[in-house]
């Protein structure tokens, strides 16, 4: 999701959520204080979504990584095996 993507929605969330709760407690106090625990709640929540997804994608690619080096050492015994025949023909 890109960066501008996000914050429109962020401040369309924090604006639907301050109306409303400014409805509900008529108070501008309480208003504030409650839509700023809500927009640092909601970058909690986007900082965390970033971390699992970077921390996906490296165990991801750790274990093609893994799988490549296993083929590479197959393929080198493979050709090892095959030099070996040849050398004694």
């Known amino acids: 999701m890109s960066f501008l ?3 429109r929605g962020f401040i369309i969330v924090l604006l639907a959520f ?8 008529a108070s501008l106090w309480s208003t504030f ?3 700023a625990i809500c927009g640092i709640l909601i970058q909690i929540g986007y ?3 970033v971390v699992l997804m970077v921390w996906r994608s490296v165990s991801k690619e ?11 050492e197959s393929e080198r015994e493979q050709l090892r095996s095959h030099l ?3 050398a004694d023909q």
Request: glycine share 0%; charged share 20%.
């Open 62 to 72: 750790s274990v093609i990584e893994k799988a490549d080096i296993q083929r590479d």
């Open 5 to 7: 993507l996000f914050l």
């Open 33 to 35: 204080v409650q839509t």
């Open 47 to 49: 900082f965390v979504a």
């Open 18 to 25: 301050a109306i409303s709760t400014y409805l509900l407690t």
């Open 84 to 86: 070996a025949h040849k």
